[in-house]
């Protein structure tokens, strides 16, 4: 059911982008590098929908990346971040979505959060996300689940082997900050008295962040840990012994249980 939700999303997003595309180029032309050749443009999900688990109460996060500096080719020239930012605009107004319940486009977790561009030029990203970059903790797990869907495929793939050298490092992880994240999320997004399926301990986010930490410590010695996807990596957990067979067992049923539970909710 996820995988079959994130794929329609997927085509949706990349239909989208499609036809936004070309409406931007009939006014505009087609964006170009200041070398002449074509400037590439392409989607990524993140969260839920990176991962190919989206749910029905999950957002729809995505991530936007052009090939670099340049100007459009027709009268009525624009500069590419100005271009790509108007394209980005379009593909998110284009896409109609709940605003209340399901399916709520996310862009929050771009470069600079709110604050920063929708549209991201690639070296701005691989300098964001860097040893020197000004990317927190927080941010470098969340590009776990970053994941190419959509336009140019040289483009994702170069962003996913970014991510790659980024997040799989054998640079520290501080550990200790994002448990301290966790018992905020606790104290600050679970009413007293009450359960929370996702944020209570016990909840969903404890099995996927366990997870992810765990990716993030070992997967640089182990490539079969680098996936976006929650349930192929407690398996390969399990395969590389970081994991107890019994452990990888009681996380994988308690994550499912979790996300039907979310869903029927």
């Not at 729809?60 to 394209?87: C, M, P, Q, W």
């Amino acid at each position: 059911f996820s995988h079959a939700l994130s794929d329609l999303a997927e085509v949706v997003l990349a239909q989208a982008a499609q036809d936004c595309q070309a409406r931007l180029s009939r006014l505009y032309g087609r964006p170009k590098l200041a070398t002449g050749k074509p400037c590439s443009f392409a989607v990524f999900g993140l969260g839920k929908f990176g991962g190919q688990e989206l749910g029905y109460a999950s957002d729809i996060e995505v991530l936007f990346v052009y090939g670099g500096e340049g100007r459009t080719s027709g009268k009525r020239a624009l500069d590419n971040s100005e271009y790509f930012e108007r394209l980005t605009q379009a593909i998110i107004q284009a896409i109609e979505a709940k605003q209340e319940g399901i399916f709520h486009l996310d862009v929050r977790l771009r470069p600079h959060g709110s604050k920063g561009l929708l549209a991201n030029q690639l070296e701005e990203l691989r300098t964001y996300y860097s040893p020197s970059g000004l990317s927190a903790p927080f941010e470098r797990q969340a590009l776990i689940k970053l994941r190419y869907v959509a336009g140019d495929e040289k483009l994702g793939r170069q962003v996913e082997a970014h991510r790659d050298s980024f997040v799989y490092s054998a640079n520290a992880w501080d550990l200790a900050s994002a448990l301290d994240l966790r018992r905020r999320q606790v104290r600050e997004l679970v009413e007293p008295g009450c359960t929370n399926v996702k944020y209570s301990p016990g909840g969903l986010l404890d099995v996927e962040y366990a997870v992810q930490y765990l990716q993030l410590m070992h997967g640089h010695a182990h490539p079969r840990l680098r996936t976006p996807n929650t349930l192929e990596a407690l398996a390969a957990l399990g395969r590389t012994g970081l994991l107890t067979a019994d452990e990888a067992t009681l996380l994988r049923e308690a994550y499912l249980f979790l996300r039907k539970l979310i869903d029927a909710l």
